[in-house]
């Protein structure tokens, strides 16, 4: 008379008396769509040790409404559809909707290698008062192309990666990449104290005037 634990589809009824009269019933269960999670948009982390990652995406059939159950890295968990100021590593999202049903999706967010500035010779300044220093550098990972900029005493500016014809003092250097990405460090050149002379003493003997110089 009753049935249970039924599956979708047309289900047909036919019941007979005892004088073998018959009728029959003709019914259908239905079923919801399956749980689908589409992924809209995901933006991966635009500079190493930034938390600007992204996941957008839609969730479409079973029975609404839905319930969202986000884990990530370093005990991250979120309730929204979509989540965002995300730092790089893994995120899964369960998916349930008003019938119990689930569906699961993981996505990964990226974050690109820091940037490196090797220093690859400095060359101070030979003589005191002298424009002869020198710095080279080589910029790895991040984001190619690179844009230089050079900072040093009396108003100095480059945008070359290595600078050359330098006088004494602090020069910074910034390099910033195609993500907009920034790496700065700093260099000092030195010069030698300047060549002083002091004259210790002048003396006349027999006419003829001496002087001694200590340097």
Do not use: R
């Not at 609404?64 to 995120?91: F, H, K, M, Q, V």
């Not at 090797?118 to 002869?132: E, H, L, M």
């Amino acid at each position: 008379d009753d049935i249970s634990d039924l599956i979708a589809g047309v289900y047909q009824l036919t019941v007979t008396d005892s004088v073998q009269c018959t009728e029959t019933f003709t019914d259908t269960v239905k079923q919801p769509d399956s749980l689908q999670i589409k992924l809209d948009s995901l933006h991966n982390i635009s500079c190493n040790g930034y938390g600007d990652g992204a996941i957008w995406d839609t969730v479409s059939g079973g029975t609404i409404p839905y319930e969202y159950t986000w884990n990530g890295p370093g005990g991250y968990s979120s309730s929204n559809e979509d989540i965002n100021s995300l730092e790089a590593g893994d995120y899964h999202l369960t998916i349930e909707d008003k019938n119990h049903c689930k569906q699961y999706y993981s996505a990964t967010i990226t974050e690109p290698d820091p940037m490196i500035i090797t220093i690859d010779t400095t060359k101070n300044i030979s003589c005191n008062g002298g424009s002869n220093g020198s710095i080279a550098l080589t910029v790895t990972d991040g984001t190619t192309p690179y844009v230089y900029n050079w900072s040093g005493p009396n108003g100095f500016t480059s945008t070359n990666d290595d600078i050359s014809g330098l006088e004494a003092g602090t020069y910074n250097f910034t390099v910033t990449d195609s993500s907009g990405c920034e790496k700065t460090t700093s260099i000092t050149l030195t010069e030698p104290n300047a060549i002083n002379i002091t004259i210790d003493s002048i003396f006349s003997s027999s006419g003829k005037i001496s002087a001694y110089i200590l340097v």
